[in-house]
Antibody, heavy 122, light 106 residues
Framework: EVELLESGGSLVQPGGSFRLSCAASGFTFSAHTMSWVRQAPGKGLEWVAGISGPGAHPFYAESVNGRWIISRDNSKNTIDLQMNSLRVEDTAVYYC???????????????WGRGTLVTVST | EIVMTQSPATLSLSPGDRATLSCRASQSVTNNLAWYQQRPGQAPRLLIYDASTRATGVSARFSGSGSGTDFTLTITSLQSDDFAIYYCQEYLTWPRFGGGTKVEIK
């Protein structure tokens, strides 16, 4: 079955760190750019980071650039998001998503995980 | 930075009605525009990309149009599971989403 499964979220203190993981199955993982998209409670969608397929080049939104690191392991079909210096405004459901295009990057997303909630609060 | 604005914020319609949702970009994104549907408690689902191409498995009742700065998502003959929030997203530069339009039952 084609799916993306995010690891569990958590409650984290402001200034703290947390690592999200996503496991992919059912498709040629290495051929696709993968991204994280978040949604604050009751709010809209925001792309935060992406990583290309074979070359594993990372890309970041301004809101997380310099604080977070996206990585991938094509041998394990996983991507990770290391979130450092967390802020209250980072509280959101985080979705792992697949770029529709194979072998390149389209920046639109045809496969979504169920999402996992990360809460940043004291 | 490109800003995506969707209107209206809420659309109140009845089953069987036609829905017309608008998305405007602050500068031209040519046809680099996607639409997503998000039902309550679910992840978003890709409906349309390249402004007018339906994603795999999407009903022909969904159609996208427009180019440059003004785009429209049309849903004909609304069905019960069409009542949801719809987001547009540009990808000319980086992925940026609009604020969403909620289609609710009148």
């Amino acid at each position: 079955e084609v799916e993306l499964l995010e690891s569990g979220g958590s409650l984290v203190q402001p200034g703290g760190s947390f690592r999200l993981s996503c496991a992919a199955s059912g498709f040629t993982f290495s051929a696709h750019t993968m991204s994280w998209v978040r949604q604050a409670p009751g709010k809209g969608l925001e792309w935060v980071a992406g990583i290309s397929g074979p070359g594993a080049h990372p890309f970041y939104a301004e809101s997380v650039n310099g604080r977070w690191i996206i990585s991938r392991d094509n041998s394990k079909n996983t991507i990770d998001l290391q979130m450092n210096s967390l802020r209250v405004e980072d509280t959101a459901v985080y979705y792992c998503v697949r770029d529709l295009c194979r072998g390149g990057t389209c920046w639109y997303f045809d496969l979504w995980g169920r999402g996992t909630l990360v809460t940043v609060s004291t | 930075e490109i800003v995506m604005t969707q209107s209206p914020a809420t659309l109140s319609l009845s089953p069987g009605d036609r829905a017309t949702l608008s998305c405007r970009a602050s500068q031209s994104v040519t046809n680099n525009l996607a639409w997503y549907q998000q039902r309550p408690g679910q992840a978003p689902r890709l409906l349309i990309y390249d402004a007018s191409t339906r994603a795999t498995g999407v009903s022909a009742r969904f159609s996208g149009s427009g180019s440059g700065t003004d785009f429209t998502l049309t849903i004909t003959s609304l069905q019960s599971d069409d009542f949801a929030i719809y987001y547009c997203q540009e990808y000319l530069t980086w992925p940026r989403f609009g604020g969403g339009t909620k289609v609710e039952i009148k």
